[in-house]
């Protein structure tokens, strides 16, 4: 079984978004990477499935060279090589048109990403590449076994869960509990600095859309508190006052 | 080529998000001089599916095939593809929701679409296409220009506040072919809360975290969402210790709720935590801790004991 996993280097989860070049530029002055939340999910378990089921994992990523530590450390976790496409990953469809083009030519039984990116939260990447290979696609996935050729997944729905089989190949964007995130072992780490890394030009250059520029949520005003023993002034103020009841 | 919009049924109802992607929708069609027409798809009475032009959609177009019955994200794709070319629709809407999301991305695949998810305002034609979205999970907002032919917009729910008319819209039997393909995928179970407040369509939430101490205390948690009509969320950590199902979870890792109220129990306001609610219009935070980060994210405060406080509060709604 061959898995291509999808990852993007995406700001910590804590950091504090600030923006240059007159709200045109993402500042990423003292801004630590990581690998997306939801893609280090999907890169666990295809190395469970590795582990359980013998399979090649790749690492798949679409950035410039600042994106190579958050690779290397997806070899660390215990993938066994990656492609890094040399291009700042400008929209979805570009990314999507990466991730198609690199698989038309090795097909792969699974290429499985996280739900969505962490930095603008699309989720559209996993969607766009099933449409360009004619393939399905799925999204939220939190459970994924695989028997032969079929693959037997949960999907998170509204409210609710489904159970879902089908054929691969497939592409799944993944988010817990699907499997545990890993962290890299020294072992691992010392392999990772000799595991191939791969770096190609992009195929096609069709970004269809653009950012402009960004700007900051307005602050919200001071709290107001309400002392413990006079709990029911907030519901009449929530009434009276802020109008949501 | 009017504005396509898809609006999506709960139960034979169409959604409030859907609603307000259809009210969004005439917008953009107005500003465009142009006029919307909602594509819906499964069973619905021709009634219900007229109310979509108290919204502003002159048209809908239903797609009744019994395969559709269950919601497929691929196989409403080429539905929603399909209908955009017999009207030469260049701007397509939804809302965001499990289904949204299957169908915007498969649609921007198939009709090589510039997409805009977590859209939060109408778009500026002035000069291009260019649309406002949520980013870094609400922390900030960019301002998209759409540069492809197509458009879509994904809107983010409860962000578009609707205005209703008496109008109604005309209905018409919408059949395109179906493809195979579309149907590949075999659901062999499904589980769904029923007769709750469904989460990311909620109004008002009630979340919990882990200052409940144990999930045989949620009791109090469920009263009060349940006098408010609102529905229960909790934090990661709870959903982690499974004290709550997953799909209550919010969070920068679970789901992202934008309500008029967000009241949150015993939460201490990690910054993670605040990425899934900081949309919500209106945040209460009660916590034992005064120095809990969460009071600097909120608008009304408590600092208090949740046991104590919770039951006041159902009491107060109760007698409202």
Known sequence: ?245 | MSVLIFAELDEGKLKKSSQEAIFYGSKVAGMMGTSATAVVIGAADQSELATAGRFGATKVLHATDAKLNEPNGMAYASVVAAAAQQEGAKVVVLAKSSLGDAMAARLAGKLKAGLAPNVIELPDLSSGFRVKTSIYTGKAFAFNELKADVKILAIKKNTIATEETDATATVENFAPSLNDADFALRVTNTEKATGDVLLPEADLVVSAGRGMKGPENWGIVEDLAKALHAATACSKPVSDLDWRPHHEHVGQTGIKVSPNLYIAAGISGAIQHLAGVNSSKVIVVINKDPDAPFFKSADYGIVGDVFEVLPKLTKAVQAL
């Open chain 1, 1 to 245: 079984m061959k898995i291509l996993v999808c990852v993007t280097s995406v700001p910590d989860t804590t950091t504090k978004i600030t923006f240059t070049g007159n709200n045109t530029k993402f500042n990423k002055a003292g801004v630590q990477f990581i690998t997306g939340p939801y893609d280090d999910y999907a890169l666990a378990r295809a190395v469970e499935l590795k582990e359980k089921l013998g399979a090649s994992v790749t690492v798949f990523n679409v950035g410039e060279a600042d994106a190579e530590p958050v690779i290397r450390k997806c070899l660390a976790i215990g993938a066994d090589d990656a492609i890094r496409v040399n291009a700042e990953p400008i929209d979805a469809y570009f990314v999507a048109e990466q991730i198609a083009a690199v698989a038309k030519e090795t097909p792969y039984d699974l290429i499985l990403m996280g739900r969505e990116s962490i930095d603008y939260n699309g989720g559209q990447v996993h969607g766009i590449v099933g449409e360009m290979l004619g393939i399905p696609s799925i999204s939220p996935v939190m459970r994924l076994d695989v028997e032969g050729t079929t693959a037997k997944m949960t999907r998170e729905i509204e409210g609710g869960k489904e159970d879902i089989e089908a054929q691969l190949p497939l592409v799944l964007g993944c988010q817990e509990p699907i499997a545990e995130w890993k962290i890299p072992n020294m072992r691992g780490i010392m392999t990772a600095r000799t595991k191939p890394l791969k770096i190609i030009q992009p195929a096609g250059q069709d970004s269809l859309t653009a950012v402009a520029n960004y700007e900051m949520p307005a602050p919200r005003g001071a709290v107001k508190m309400i002392p413990a023993d006079e709990a029911e002034t907030l519901i009449k103020l929530l009434r009276t006052e802020a109008k949501v009841i």
